[in-house]
Each structure stands twice: as C-alpha cells, then as structure tokens.
C-alpha cells in the first residue's frame, strides 16, 4: 500500500506539472485577431492539438516499444523542447505562434504514455491511474488559475503566459521527475494478477489487433467522441465561463475541476476492490455508461433553460470525465489482465487517442470554417447530446463484444 500511495501521489504531481506547459496559454482570448477567417485562439488550439495528435499516431510505435531504462532523459528532453517551443511562441510575431505550438503538442504527447508506464501492471494500478488521471482535471484548472493570476497580478502578457506558466512549475517538476524514477518495479504478486508488461513488437501489435479488432473498433469510437467533448471543453473553457458571466473570477476553474477530480478519484479507485479483472472490466463499461448519460442529459436541460450554467459546467465535466479516464488508467489495464496478454497498456492507449484527438480538431475546425453562427454555451452541449447518444451505444457494444470473447477464449476462468 505504502508503494501504491507514493506512486500514485508522485504520478499525480508530475502529470499536473508537465499540464502547465500544455494549458495555461488557453487563458489568452486573442480578441481581434483572426486569420483566413479564423480566430487565433482556434488557430493557436489546433495547431497545438493537431501536434498531440501527430505525437500519439507516432506514439502507437514508440510507447509500446518503450523501455524502462533511460525514461526520464526521454521525459527531460521531451518537456524542455516543449517548452522552448513556449519561448519562441511568445517571440514570433502571429501567425507564426501556429508552429511553435504544433511542436509543443508533439512533445507534451507523448508524456502520458511514459508516466503511465511507472504505473501499469500492478494490483493497485486502478487507484495509481485513477490519481494520475484526474490530475489532468484538476491541472487543467490550477494551471489556468496560475496563468490568470500572472495576467491580472504581474501584467504577464497574453504571449507569454505559456512560458511564464511553465517557469513557476520547473523546479517542481525536476524534483518530482526524480521521484517518479524511484518507483519500484511490480512484484511477483503484480504479475501474477496483472500479467507481465513488455514493449511490444510490430508483430506482437499486429496479432492483438487480429484477436480483438472489432472490439477495438467500437472502443475507438466511444473513446473518439468522449475525447471531442472532453477536449474542446478543455480548450475553450474560459470562453464558456466568459459567455456564463465568470470571466473574472480566475478561482472558478480551480473550485469546480477540483470537486470533479474528487469525485471521479473516488469512483476511479474503488474499482481496485474488485479483483477479477473481467468483471472489473464490464463494471467499467457501465461507469462509461453513466458518464454519457450524466453529460448528455445536464446538457439537454441546460439547452432548454431547466439547469443553471454553473452546474451544468459541472456535471457536464463530472459526465465526460466518468467515461474518459477509465480508457486513460483502468480500462485497458483491465483489458490486458483479463486476456493475459504480454505487452503494454501504452500501445492501446495511443490508438484511442490518436483518432481521438483526429475527431477533436475536426470538430474545432469545422465550428470555424462552416461558419456556425452558435456561442461555446450553445454549440458545446447541443454536441454533447449528440455524442452522448452515440457513445452509449458504442459503449454497450464494445461489454458485449468483450464478455462474449472472455466467454470463448477463456470459459474456464469465467
């Protein structure tokens, strides 16, 4: 437990240092500037995005054929380029920041894997990826808290907030790289339950996809619109707060990601106490489930007047974080305990999340080009509903697709 609880303090406070230097320049609206009929904010988002996106499509091979050792020159060469990409960003002149911000998306994409690699395999990886999960929750809005006080306190201006962000969590990141490196390895307990994690050949890829593709397919696709959701959310959150009347009231987005993080922290990690992983895997599936639902419906009543903006900020987040951090730290660990199989939870994460970050630049960019004539506060939850609907049946199919399996593969363990 001991090892548990330091793994998972350490992975959650390394996970939200490296947040600042992906979010915190989100804070800055650009107001007035525009290019090729296309607001700078949007430009700047997706051009970051389509860099994180680049990085997971390259991820599938280099997460899933990671080594342990030498991780944290990876991780120091990796942040700093990411953050040098900051620098010349707040240099350059716009549209120029386009570039810089594609490279720091790239660099900062592959983090997850990598922190997530400390973490895998263990009987505890449950709670361990459930904190470093909502670590994303709860830096998304620390760090926007901390790129807000530099703006209105210290004059920082809006080109600068990104790198100036970054420099206040340096020093706390180097120390908590160095912890992360003194994670013990699982034990023989861990691999007993959990299986063995290995980097995984092009061949070894290749079978896994031939044994589960459909499964993977519908996973793709629910793990596709949860990631548009959760992304655009994540990006055009102070725009949202602006058009609901709390722009100035930077505590906003640290207060209500903070009581989300709580809660799906909560949720995350009393999966850990069911032991066979099968059944934790359907339970998942269900929590997926109600994620939708929460979402799709807070964001039905807040289109038709019955539910205030606050809350549904709130359940909207609590909904799309239900269902998108189980693929995150749980869902795949469980998926490669309950079949045995001898590889990496990265590889499988960095497929969900290369077509999912596809789907979310699609949907910014189609937003701006068509032309749609909607704010944030109306265009975001009619596309929730929307999406909610589609992901819980995707989600439906995919407990299906995988007990069906379990039942052929494995029918003396079920």
């Known amino acids: 437990m001991t090892v548990a609880l330091y793994t998972a303090a350490v992975a959650f406070l390394t996970y939200a240092c490296i947040f600042a230097y992906r979010k915190a320049f989100t804070v800055a609206t650009f107001e007035g500037q525009s290019f090729w009929g296309v607001r700078y904010q949007t430009l700047l988002i997706i051009s970051q995005g389509l860099g994180y996106m680049a990085s997971k499509f390259y991820g599938i091979k280099f997460i899933s054929e990671l080594k342990r050792l030498g991780r944290w020159k990876t991780s120091s060469v990796l942040i700093g380029l990411a ?33 997530f690699s400390y973490a895998e395999g263990r009987r505890a990886t449950d709670f361990i990826g459930a904190a470093m999960a909502v670590s994303f929750v709860f830096a998304g809005g620390f760090s926007r808290s901390v790129a807000v006080w530099l703006r209105d306190s210290w004059q920082v201006g809006e ?9 206040v969590f340096a020093v706390p990141l180097i120390v908590f790289m160095f912890l992360l490196e003194r994670v013990p390895q699982p034990d023989a307990d861990d691999v007993k ?12 890829r290749k079978n896994f996809l031939r044994l589960f593709g459909g499964g993977v397919v519908a996973v793709v696709i629910t793990y596709l619109f949860l990631t548009i959701m959760r992304d655009v959310r994540d990006n055009f959150m102070a725009n949202m707060w602006n058009e609901l009347g709390y722009g100035q009231k930077p505590a906003i987005f640290t207060k209500t990601e903070t009581i989300t993080s709580v809660v799906v922290l909560v949720v995350m990690s009393l999966l850990v106490i069911i032991r066979k992983n099968i059944k934790a895997l359907r339970l998942i599936h269900w929590v997926i489930v109600a994620g939708f639902l929460i979402a799709g419906i807070s964001s039905a009543l807040f289109l038709t007047g019955y539910m205030p903006g606050v809350l549904w900020m709130q359940l909207a987040g609590l909904g799309l974080y239900m269902g998108y951090i189980p693929f995150n730290c749980i869902y795949f660990e469980r998926l490669i305990a309950a079949f045995k199989i001898t590889g990496n939870v990265g590889f499988l994460i960095y497929i969900a999340d290369a077509w999912g970050y596809l789907g979310s630049m699609s ?27 589609i992901g819980v049946l995707a989600t439906l199919f995919s407990l299906f697709y995988f007990s069906g399996r379990y039942k052929r593969m494995m029918p003396e363990k079920e």
């Open 83 to 115: 953050w040098l990409c900051l620098l010349f960003f707040a240099w350059v002149p716009a549209p120029w920041g386009m570039l810089f911000l594609f490279g720091n998306g790239f660099m900062l994409g592959f983090m997850w894997g990598i922190i």
């Open 159 to 167: 080109q600068w907030l990104g790198f100036t962000t970054g420099l």
């Open 193 to 204: 339950e959990r299986s063995m994690r290995l980097p995984m050949t092009r061949e070894d």
């Open 363 to 389: 949907v910014m960019l189609t937003k701006e080009i068509v032309g749609l004539q909607l704010t944030w506060i109306e265009f975001y939850p009619a596309s929730v509903v929307i999406f909610s609907v």
